[in-house]
């Protein structure tokens, strides 16, 4: 049998996306609907699970689509709708929650890191969430994920999963396993003022990340104050083991010029990191600043984003009712 390749991601409409979120996972949907078909979702389910206040999650919903589209999503190749417009998202989720085990979900790290020591006032839905995650990518039967590494362990309980019901309900093949995407090099971008911390929307400081709405002042800005290293800038990457913040600073220069690393610490090798400071500015100015000008645009057509989420719904509603009357019928539910 021949499986039909099908991407889904999803993103959590809490609030600025940045550079993380575009290098780790966007940038990745826009170059895969040229391949393949794509499933976009803004996962507000996904943000509940820690109190959102109701005016901002939508305000955030529609940003995070005006994003999408000014990343280069096009809602006429892709569907781009929000994750609790359609409802077979919560009824997957709940099967889903009678098939993974508690002993799986106790390994996942990143709700030990959200919880942190308050695991007793943590919401029962952050708990969960990797369930939710699974049945958004089965509820379409998906192929591949697109994601960053911190999604990693969470697209593996998906596939346990998957593997488990298919066992269980004696469908061998019924869900796809699917295969996480994750970019090489740029599967974790790290905080500007702490390499061992991934850059995150969470984090207090707005000098640890580059906003896609940052102005080209904000950018220089916050490169300039960016950690790096107080030695010259070396010729291998080995020096650099060490130094999380400078092969950080060094990677994402990388990845926008498209230029290899060995490549990069030849040019540079023996400058200061200030040189490179200045020339990484340059290039995040160009790339991120028509993307943020493009995103305020949008929203000032909130009609429009609208009409995008409904149209997006639709599409998905029919391959997600489709999927979930065999599903249903699987699980003997009538
Ligand atoms: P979130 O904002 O947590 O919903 O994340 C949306 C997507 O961005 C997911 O695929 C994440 O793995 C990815 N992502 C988030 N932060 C980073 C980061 N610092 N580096 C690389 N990818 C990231
Ligand atoms: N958990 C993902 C994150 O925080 C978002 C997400 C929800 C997702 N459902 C998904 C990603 C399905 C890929 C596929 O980044």
């Known amino acids: 049998m021949i499986k039909k390749k099908l991407v889904f991601s999803g993103v959590q409409p809490t609030g600025n996306l940045h550079l993380g979120n575009y290098l780790g996972a966007i940038k990745n949907f826009v170059a895969l609907q040229k391949e393949m078909k794509c499933i976009y979702c803004v996962v507000d389910l996904h943000a509940i699970t820690v109190f959102q206040k109701p005016h901002q999650l939508q305000e955030n919903v529609l940003e995070t689509v005006a994003s999408f589209l000014a990343t280069g999503l096009d809602p006429n190749k892709s569907i781009l709708f929000n994750q609790s417009s359609v409802s077979g998202h919560a009824e997957l989720a709940w099967i889903l929650n009678c098939v993974s085990r508690i002993g799986w979900l106790n390994r996942m790290t990143q709700f030990k890191d959200k919880a942190g020591s308050e695991k007793e006032k943590a919401s029962v839905g952050l708990y969960i969430y990797p369930n939710l995650m699974a049945a958004d990518i089965l509820l379409y039967k998906a192929t ?6 911190d999604q990693k362990q969470h697209l593996e309980l998906s596939r346990d999963i998957a593997q ?17 995407l994750i970019p090489k090099n740029v599967s974790r971008i790290m905080s500007l003022r702490d390499g061992t911390k991934k850059m995150s929307k969470s984090e207090d400081s707005d000098y640890s990340r580059i906003n896609l709405k940052d102005s080209a002042d904000e950018i220089i800005k916050k490169i300039k104050k960016a950690k790096s290293d107080s030695e010259q800038i070396p010729d291998n990457l080995k020096s650099l083991e060490k130094k999380p913040e400078a092969l950080n600073l060094i990677n994402i220069y990388s990845e926008i010029t498209k230029n290899s690393l060995d490549k990069v610490l030849n040019e540079m090798s023996g400058k ?10 340059e290039v995040l100015i160009n790339e991120v600043t028509p993307i943020g000008k493009e995103i305020k645009k949008l929203l ?15 599409k998905a509603n029919i391959i997600a009712e489709e999927n979930l009357k065999n599903i249903r019928e699987k699980v003997g539910l009538i």
């Open 272 to 281: 200061e990191y200030s040189f490179l400071k200045t020339k990484l500015s």
């Open 300 to 314: 000032g057509d909130k009609v429009y984003l609208g009409q995008i989420l409904k149209k997006g719904r639709e």
């Open 144 to 149: 591949h994920v697109p994601v960053g590494a």
């Open 164 to 180: 488990k019901f298919n066992n269980d309900f004696n469908c061998k093949n019924f869900f796809p396993m699917p295969e996480p």
